[in-house]
């Protein structure tokens, strides 16, 4: 099992900055891919980044690329989600999540998932 928990939303205007922390506890939170998802009431969740074990392969959403920056510290079981240049239509509930062998945009294929945390823009 593996826990996580984020932190870090809150409400940002147009143009400004948030960086997301998920914090992970349980399993070897290092051997698992983590990503980042969105969702807003009544949509599916939207995924938006992901990172390999090793924090060396990255992949993102075009919505946010260029924008956004996925990292992680294993040595402190935590990952982040830099966000810049934040536009109102960013407006969600971001969630952070971890999969076993899988570091696509599918969340049906992540194994654990946060409680989510909300971060909105204001225009």
């Known amino acids: 099992q593996v826990q996580l928990v984020e932190s870090g939303g809150g409400l940002v205007q147009a143009g400004g900055s948030l960086r997301l922390s998920c914090a992970a506890s349980?399993?070897?939170?290092?051997?698992?891919?983590m990503g980042w998802f969105r969702q807003v009431p009544g949509k599916d969740r939207d995924f938006v980044a992901s990172?390999?074990?090793?924090?060396?392969?990255?992949y993102y959403a075009d919505s946010v690329k260029g924008r956004f920056t996925i990292s992680r510290d294993n040595a402190k079981n935590t990952g982040y989600l830099q966000m810049n240049i934040l536009r109102p239509e960013d407006t969600a509930v971001y969630y952070c999540?971890?999969?076993?062998?899988?570091?696509?945009?599918?969340?049906?294929?992540?194994?654990?998932w946060g409680q989510g945390t909300q971060v909105t823009v204001s225009s």
């Open positions: 999540a971890a999969a076993a062998l899988y570091s696509g945009n599918d969340p049906n294929r992540y194994n654990y």
């Open positions: 349980g399993r070897t939170f290092s051997s698992y891919v």
């Open positions: 990172i390999n074990w090793s924090g060396t392969s990255t």
